[in-house]
């Protein structure tokens, strides 16, 4: 007898519980459980004398999969995914509103030439995906587009169309016919998005999800999409500047710490090979309180200029800001300055931006981010040739930072000419070549003495 089982899950943190309960026991919200299927019951799993036969294997005799990868003919996007689309694999690709997340996966599909692409969308009608199109100017002729909602028409045409990639967007719009609640519900969410995860795997055909994201930076409603899909890329970067970020936030296939960097141009998203050059502003005299801090994001180093701006404050409780750092990393930064530095900046306004509107959290910046301070505060102009990659401890220690190699080789193809360092950096410094020199630095106060020479 067919039975359907259901339980309890979380609308905040997707926690599952078998009864409904008014505070979930994960994340202390109140009333946010739902009911949904969980499944439908085949007979005869597992309950007393069931007739399964064995099916765990020894590992050694499962054979290894060389995986065969579908290149998105996006360069950056392959990168983030660690070379290309994986047969059967499920992709989110997860940004706030109106990041690009559609523009991206749009030129995608009409990049892809060779390919069969179904595009499903929930909130653009037909014509609307037309002048984005005609916009990105590319042509692609295999392209289906398909404006419904249910996963049982959107796995029908799938099967008929056999297309090389599916793209939903967006998955908040997605519904399972099979439950009552609405779309974007977390109960939909899950159920539609598991319906397109069969399909994937069964198939071999990869879909890719869009989502929308909510402004703690969690992919709209359930965790739990995060955990059913392969990769989750997320899309981000600030409304007002050109420069998007992708960044591979979970990965099955491939490295968890990747980074695609584009451009949004009239005419779609360019992709960005080089990001330090664009990062790094063309100015012809040196200016204070600018410090550049030799960083990796992923595997790619990447030269990045920091702003400051320091000055007496008005008020009795000075501003502290950081736009594209953490701003507790600047405050812990500011109080060894003073403590350990002897540097008085406890009646000063500290403003800290990361230009281009990045967001870093390469610990490797500290120091830079010490110099940019000092540099404002004092009024004295950092030599543009001159980078910086070291954290800082909280006993004004100048800590190394790993691949340091890599990001010196980066610096010197800029045309860096000097890179302050810390002396504990050891074994990495000795085989350099090229034109840089190489500044090593043990305590706060050689920074200081550097920077003011
Ligand atoms: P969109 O891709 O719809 O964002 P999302 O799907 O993440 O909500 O739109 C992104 C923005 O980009 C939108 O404001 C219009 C703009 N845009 C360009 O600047 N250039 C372009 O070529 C296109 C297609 C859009
Ligand atoms: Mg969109």
Known sequence: MAKIKTAWFCSSCGAQAGKWLGKCPSCGEWNTMEESIVSRNEPGLGGKGSLISLSARPLHSIESLTLKRISTENGELDRVLGGGLVPGSIILVGGEPGIGKST???????????????????EESGEQIRMRADRLKIDQTDIYVLTDTSTDVITEHARQLNPGLVIIDSIQTIVNPVLESTAGSIPQIRESASVLQKFAKTSAIPVILIGHITKDGTI????????????????????HYGYRILRAVKNRFGSA?????????????????????????QREDPLSGIAVAASL???????????????????????????????????????????????????KD????????????????????????????????????????????????????????????????????????????????????????????????????????
């Open 257 to 281: 710490s990747e980074l695609g960097i584009f451009e949004m141009s009239g005419n779609g998203l360019r992709e960005v090979n080089n990001p330090s050059e664009v990062l790094l502003s």
């Open 104 to 122: 991206l996966m749009l030129q995608v599909a009409l990049q892809m030439k060779k390919t069969r692409i179904l595009y499903v969308s929930g």
């Open 350 to 453: 500290v403003f800290i931006n990361v230009a281009g509107g990045f967001r870093i959290d390469d610990p490797a910046t500290d120091l830079a981010v010490v110099a940019a301070v000092l540099s404002s505060s004092e009024d004295v102009p950092i030599d543009q040739n001159v980078c910086f990659a070291a954290e800082i401890g909280l006993s004004g220690e100048i800590r190394p930072v790993f691949k340091l190699d890599q990001r010196i080789a980066e610096a010197s193809k800029l045309g860096f000419r000097k890179m302050v360092v810390s002396k504990f950096n050891g074994k990495s410094i000795p085989n350099i070549k090229g034109s840089l020199e190489v500044v090593q630095v043990a305590k706060l106060d050689e920074v200081f003495r550097f920077i003011f020479a």
């Open 220 to 239: 709209a409603g359930p965790k739990i999409l995060e955990h059913m899909v392969d990769t989750v890329l997320q899309f981000e970067g600030d409304q």
């Open 297 to 347: 994001e992923g595997n790619r180093p990447m030269l990045i200029e920091l702003q400051s701006l320091v000055g007496v404050s008005p008020y009795a409780t000075p501003q502290r800001s950081a736009t594209g750092l953490d701003s507790r990393r600047l405050s812990m930064l500011l109080a060894v300055i003073e403590k350990k530095g002897g540097y008085r900046l406890a009646n």
